[in-house]
Structures are given as structure tokens and as C-alpha cells.
């Protein structure tokens, strides 16, 4: 059983003074959402949130909650704070902090939260030692009011570990995968081949021994992973022995982990690491993925829905407007469309797109979330919380702060 420790340190916030010790929410700011006129052909109309508690914060994420609502996390720099705070019905509840350290800020490696069906928190963070990184994950019952003592999944070595992704499950545990490097940091640079590794927490709160899942994966590209009715299921950018990097896809089924399988053969071969890993979600046994390829310089980022619970895909849909960067991420609603958003170029700024795309393929009109003066704004973070769906992602500039906007699916 992990033992619980209370993170009761007070933190600078914009707003609120301290964090909370009681596991009682309460509201604490209502923020009105002001949803600009959409343009004639958008089919989703998008409603700037103020986050009151961003300050000089960094790599935002959000996951949601069970009532319609989301939790949103970030790191906030004056303290090296890992923080989240609940927004429900149009208001936000005291932030919290999970850990503060030496906490990695990277835009492309970034800490998250999980909800799990009954209620459990999950937080996975990475904290730095020298030039070594290392993945933590504690769990929360009561609202995370308090944590459990951090956990850390692989073995301690002078190496990186990170790219995590948390998947709760129904029966009070949790799968935790990552990319592992202790392999990597005993190879030379030329031959360095990072793995993909899993563990489980049970209900105590035990961690299990890790597993391989593949043995020569891209080092830097971010993990997804998704709960169907017949198990987790993973995605990542594989690494082939000629440098091929295209997404392959692993299950857990009653027999174990599968064998990594091609999600779809785009054939992009790049001697480096493009930073630019997939996105995952699933409800039943459907399943949509979202990722970037530039394979015959021919940028462009795809979606590819599953009715298998991911044990196949159908053909690929491209959904960018012709320049993308990628930077993915993609949402199930209940009717069985999908909402995906990405970084588009335009001219000297870039944009954050989002478009719904039919079960059937059929695509939906791009709409403009946001638009920035580069690449600052990292890697917008999507969720969608029964038919609400939010996007967080960084304000960029030299403060950086949290945006955030809703998405509503359907303009009257």
C-alpha cells in the first residue's frame, strides 16, 4: 500500500494565495465564456475561457472528469509546481498542487492527469537529476487533497525516461507507459535504441514489474494510450531498422501485450526524431486515432477510426488544411464523430485548428482555435467530457500562460 503524504505547501498563484488541504471542492472563480460569431461555414464554434490562475506557467494538459467537467494541470515556474484545478459549469475550483521539485519543463514532454471511472486521480510527472530524467506517478482518493508517495516505474539509472502516458482502469488500476532509455544510455549515440516499457498499479496501489513492448522505438515522440471494452490499447512512433518511424499500435488482450502492428504504412523515413507523436481515444470498442507524417514531404495530419477495439483500422482520413506541423490530438463524442485538432502554418503565425470528422470519414469544416506568432504554444491538450469538449494550450510570449477555449459541436 502506498503511503499517503499531504502536499499542503503554499504556492504563487495569480489569484489564490494557497492550495487547499480540505478534499471538499468548492468554486472559487466563475469565468463567463464569450463565444465569438462563427464564421458561416465552421461547424464548431469555439468560447475563449479565462484561466485566472496561469500566471508564468507551462505545458498545460486537461483531462476530464466524470460530471462533464475537466481537470486541468500545468507546471507553474516561480515554484517548479506541478498544479491542477477542476472547471465545472462554468467555474473553477481552488487549484491544488500534486509535487514541487525538480521538475522537467519541456513542451514536447509534458505531466498529466488522469480521472479514473470511480474517481481515482492519477499524476505522472518527470523530475531531473543532472542530465538524467526520471518518471514519478502518485494517485489521489479524495479529490487530491493529499498523494501517495511517488512512485517510480523503472529502474534508477543515468538515463531519460519520459513520453508517459496514464490509462486508468475499471477495476481500481492503472497502466502507466513510457519511453525507457536505460538500454540507450549503454549504447553509443550512433546505436542508441529506447524501448517501449509498461506497468500496472493495482487497486493498493502496488506497482508491477515493468514489461517491454518493443525494443527500438523513436526516443522523443509522445506515448498514447486508450480504454476499450476489450482492454488498453497503445500507440506510439515505432522505429524500424532502416529508420522508417510510422505508428504502430499494441493491445493488452487475456493473453498478454500483442505484437506491434503497423496502424498504417505511410512509409516516413527520417534519421531523426520528429517530435510529433500520435493521439488515442476510444468509447466501446471504437476507436480514432490521429497522427502527423511527412512522408514523401508531403506533410499531413490523419485520423483513422477502429470498430475493433484497435485490432484494425480503416483507411487513413487526412484532415489538415494543407500546411500542417502536427502536434495532434482527438476526442470521441458519443455519436460516434470525432473531434481532432492540430498546429496549422499560416503565413508568419500558426494556428490551432479543430474539425469533427464523421464515424464514415465524412470531414466537417476546419475552425481556427487560436492563432499565434509561432510554435509556442507547444502541444495543444483536448479532451471531451460527456459532449463538452475543451482545448488548453501555452499563451507563449516571455510569460507564458495557460489559454483555454470550449468547443461546441453543434451551431444553431
Known amino acids: 500500500m502506498l503511503r499517503v503524504v499531504p502536499h499542503c505547501i503554499p504556492i504563487v498563484l495569480t489569484v489564490l494565495a494557497a492550495v487547499s488541504c480540505t478534499d471538499e ?22 468560447a475563449a475561457i479565462r484561466v485566472p490562475f496561469s500566471g508564468a506557467s507551462v505545458e498545460p494538459n486537461i483531462a476530464a472528469d466524470r460530471n462533464g467537467g475537466f ?42 492527469i488522469a480521472v479514473a471511472p470511480e474517481g481515482t486521480l492519477y499524476a505522472q510527472w518527470i523530475e531531473t537529476k543532472g542530465e538524467a530524467t526520471s518518471i514519478r506517478v502518485a494517485q489521489s482518493t479524495d479529490n487530491g487533497a493529499t498523494w501517495s508517495a511517488p512512485l517510480r516505474p523503472h529502474a534508477d539509472a543515468a538515463s531519460e525516461f519520459g513520453f508517459a502516458s496514464l490509462l486508468p482502469a475499471h477495476d481500481r488500476s492503472a497502466h502507466l507507459i513510457w519511453v525507457d532509455g536505460a538500454k540507450a544510455a549503454q549504447q553509443s549515440e550512433a546505436d542508441a535504441e529506447n524501448e517501449l516499457h509498461a506497468a500496472t498499479i493495482d487497486a493498493g496501489g502496488k506497482l508491477s514489474a515493468a514489461v517491454t513492448l518493443d525494443p527500438r522505438i523513436c526516443d522523443c515522440c509522445q506515448t498514447a494510450a486508450a480504454m476499450t471494452d476489450d482492454g488498453p490499447v497503445v500507440a506510439y512512433r515505432d522505429r524500424s531498422p532502416d529508420e522508417v518511424r510510422d505508428i504502430s499500435v499494441i493491445r493488452l488482450t487475456p493473453d498478454g501485450w500483442t505484437q506491434p502492428k503497423t496502424l498504417h504504412a505511410d512509409g516516413w523515413k527520417i534519421a531523426a526524431c520528429p517530435v510529433n507523436g500520435p493521439q488515442l481515444d476510444a468509447k466501446g470498442k471504437q476507436v480514432i486515432a490521429a497522427w502527423f507524417t511527412d512522408a514523401g514531404n508531403h506533410p499531413r495530419v490523419s485520423v483513422a477510426f477502429s470498430r ?31 473531434i481532432v485538432t492540430w498546429l496549422e502554418q499560416s503565413g508568419e503565425k500558426v494556428r490551432i485548428e479543430a474539425r469533427r470528422i464523421e464515424s464514415d470519414g465524412t470531414r466537417g469544416n476546419a475552425t481556427i482555435v487560436a492563432e499565434a506568432s509561432s510554435t509556442a504554444v507547444g502541444f495543444p491538450r483536448l479532451a471531451v467530457s460527456k459532449q463538452n469538449v475543451a482545448v488548453v494550450w501555452n499563451g507563449g510570449g516571455t510569460e507564458p500562460s495557460i489559454r483555454m477555449a470550449t468547443i461546441r459541436t453543434s451551431i444553431k
Open 71 to 112: 481537470v486541468v494541470s500545468w507546471i507553474e515556474k516561480a515554484t517548479s509546481s506541478f498544479i491542477f484545478a477542476p472547471y465545472r459549469d462554468g467555474s473553477w475550483f481552488q487549484p491544488r498542487m500534486i509535487t514541487h521539485g525538480r521538475l522537467l519543463v519541456n513542451k514536447a514532454d509534458f505531466p498529466s
Open 308 to 338: 475493433d477495439s484497435g485490432a484494425s483500422f480503416g483507411a487513413p482520413v487526412v484532415v489538415d488544411d494543407g500546411k500542417p506541423i502536427g502536434h495532434v490530438d482527438v476526442g470521441l463524442l458519443d455519436d460516434g464523430s470525432a
Open 25 to 46: 471542492l468548492r468554486p472559487t472563480v466563475s469565468t463567463k465564456q464569450t463565444a465569438p460569431a462563427p464564421h458561416p461555414s465552421a461547424d464548431l464554434a469555439v
